[in-house]
């Protein structure tokens, strides 16, 4: 086994960011995220470290697969509704409708949270990969993510100086 390094040698100081984030409302399936990601400016701050994304929902779900090709978003549609069908199957939780425990399901299988690498002020991803967001409702609102950005800084800053000349 061998490895590569990026960073040469260890960097020090450490660098954090948080913010929420709210995505447009999405029909069901799953639809490619990233580019609303990359856009946080902050990420730009960092030389090396981790980008951590929460999805704060229960019924849609957070992964990362192909960005390319739309056909294997629709194709993972279909799959997971075999998986956990909303007809069929004797669910006891039906008070939100015959969609929200099949939705439940798939964001269980799916998950919720998603840790990308960064590399000079961006995402680390293979070249075909994009983060998607997997609503699995019929008629869901907007969805809210928390992104916790943290890592060694892409430059040292100045010395604190605390007011003294």
């Known amino acids: 086994m061998s490895y590569k390094k990026i960073t040469p040698t260890p960097i020090s100081g450490n660098l954090w960011f948080q913010a929420t984030m709210t995505l447009p409302a999405k029909g069901r399936g799953c639809h490619l995220i ?3 990601i990359e856009k946080i400016e902050e990420l730009a701050q960092f030389k090396v470290g981790l980008c ?3 999805l704060l929902h229960t019924s849609a779900s957070l992964t ?3 960005n390319w090709d739309p056909a ?6 279909v799959m997971l509704n075999q998986l956990a069908p ?3 199957v004797n669910y006891t939780h039906t008070c939100e409708g015959p969609d929200d425990m099949p939705a439940h399901v798939k964001s269980t299988l799916i998950g919720s949270e998603l840790t990308i ?3 000079a002020g961006r995402l680390t991803l293979g070249r075909w990969q994009g983060l998607w967001l997997c609503e699995h409702r019929n008629c869901a609102g907007t969805r ?3 992104i916790t950005l943290t890592g060694a800084p892409a430059s040292n800053p100045p ?3 605390n007011g003294n000349a």
Do not use: A, F, W, Y
Not at 72 to 77: F, I, L
């Open 86 to 88: 909303e007809e069929g």
């Open 144 to 146: 809210k993510i928390v």
């Open 34 to 36: 990233t580019e609303h």
């Open 64 to 66: 990362l697969n192909e």
């Open 72 to 77: 294997v978003r629709s194709d993972m549609e």
């Open 159 to 161: 010395p604190h100086t």
């Open 117 to 119: 690498p960064i590399h």
């Open 52 to 54: 951590h994304v929460l």
